[in-house]
Each structure stands twice: as structure tokens, then as C-alpha cells.
């Protein structure tokens, strides 16, 4: 399909938008701006909605060196890549995986799932035991 994913990591304290492109080449920000503008519009109207105040006015946008971050090498990765950005961002870890063992990534992400999915199960069940519940509501 002619899609393509792209993590925006925004910081509220520091009012700055990082974008993340797992394609090779050349990025310039103003690639992504309509992106950026639509993110921004979203996170205003939600500030606005729930905190009833606008939020910062002016907002740095910025990508981090090209060379700083792994890219995908082919046309089909993008999804993985910005999953496992988003995962060293959250736990303030290097960008330590490469192009090349995407498949590994991919692996590894089903077993965690479905590892998770038979822990939420497991759980879920005991509290149906503890509560004398047959059935989920």
C-alpha cells in the first residue's frame, strides 16, 4: 500500500516534536510539516477539551540526525521500526538494533504479545474465581 509511518515524540515541558523517519535518504522536517500540523491541532483540541487552556504557543520542531537512528532497508518495515523507537524513547535507551533483523524484532513482538495476552487471560480468570463471577461482563 502507498502508506507510511512516522513517530512524532512530543515534549510538554520542553514544547518540542521530534520526528522519527525510518526511510533512508535525505529527510527534511518540511516533508512531514502537514503531519506535525494535524498532530499539534489534535493535542490542542484535547488540551483545550480536557484542561480548558490553550496550549504552548510556539513549538520546536525538529528530526534528529539521520546517522543518530537506524533506518529500514526496504519499503515494508516502517511499523516495526517506529515501534521499537518508541520503545528505546520510553525507557531513555540507545537506538542499539540495525535494518537488517527486522524479522527478529517481529518475532520476538508476537511472543510478547501472545505472553501477554495468556497473562491477561490467566489474570482475568482468577478474578472471575476470587469474585464467584462465571462470565465477564
Not at 4 to 11: R, T
Not at 59 to 83: A, T
Request: contains cysteine; proline residues 1%.
Amino acid at each position: 500500500s502507498n502508506t507510511h509511518w512516522l513517530l512524532c515524540c512530543i515534549d510538554f515541558r520542553e514544547g518540542k516534536i521530534q520526528v522519527f523517519d525510518s526511510m533512508a535518504g535525505s529527510f527534511k522536517i518540511q516533508q512531514h510539516e502537514d503531519k506535525v500540523k494535524q498532530v499539534l491541532e489534535y493535542l490542542e483540541c484535547m488540551h483545550q477539551k480536557f484542561y480548558g487552556k490553550a496550549l504552548l504557543s510556539k513549538w520546536q520542531v525538529r528530526s534528529p540526525i539521520m546517522q543518530d537512528y537506524p533506518k529500514q532497508h526496504n519499503s515494508i518495515d516502517c511499523g516495526i521500526f517506529i515501534i521499537l523507537y518508541a520503545a528505546c524513547l520510553a525507557v531513555r535507551r540507545k537506538f542499539d538494533f540495525g535494518g537488517n533483523i527486522t524479522e527478529l524484532y517481529r518475532l520476538w513482538m508476537c511472543e510478547e504479545m501472545v505472553a501477554d495476552g495468556e497473562r491477561i487471560t490467566k489474570s482475568s480468570r482468577m478474578g472471575d474465581a476470587k469474585l464467584g463471577c462465571s462470565g465477564h461482563v
